[in-house]
């Protein structure tokens, strides 16, 4: 499970209701404006107080338990602040030019469609750090979640699952 949160005194009741759901991980992430997706945006050295944009926390199954014997209960907590210039990003403004939706589905679908840019990137840096942070198989060091997000848009299978999940909601009533 996943969540966006902004203001301070949000992070730990988020978690807190996220293991009441006895979910085996749970993801907090202070992203821009309080969104869930984090930013390969530089911080600025004169930010605000209180956490950094970027800042995430959450739990997960610890690896040595198998997870389809996991109870829910049994997890490790983290706190990490993710800064994409580390792991080999460019420092670049949000990709958003305006507040329009159609502007942002058309640059997310250029982006998945393997057009490369900064919404391309903060795409890879979400799916790779989500996967990692959330424990998934696949992504357990960070440099095999980056290439396995990069690999997911560059085949085209992760626009093909979003059409597919886009087809199939159109089923639902």
Do not use: W
């Amino acid at each position: 499970m996943v969540a966006g949160f902004y203001h301070v005194g949000y992070e730990d009741p988020l978690l807190m209701l996220m293991r009441r759901r006895i979910v085996h991980a749970g993801l907090v992430i202070k992203g821009e404006e309080g969104a869930l997706s984090m930013t390969t945006k530089e911080r600025s050295a004169h930010a605000s107080k209180g956490l950094p944009v970027n800042h995430c926390s959450g739990f997960r199954t610890p690896d040595n338990i198998n997870f389809s014997e996991a109870d829910g209960i049994s997890r490790e907590g983290f706190k990490v602040i993710v800064n994409a210039q580390e792991l080999g990003f460019e420092s670049t403004e949000t990709p958003r030019t305006d507040r329009s939706v159609l502007k942002n589905l058309e640059l997310g679908l250029a982006a998945l469609s393997g057009e490369k840019g900064p919404a391309y990137d903060r795409i890879v840096l979400n799916a790779a750090m989500v996967d990692h942070l959330l424990g998934c198989t696949g992504a357990e060091d960070i440099k095999s979640a980056l290439d396995r997000a990069r690999e997911a848009i560059d085949s085209g299978k992760a626009l093909n699952r979003l059409m597919n999940y886009i087809k199939m909601s159109h089923r639902v009533s």
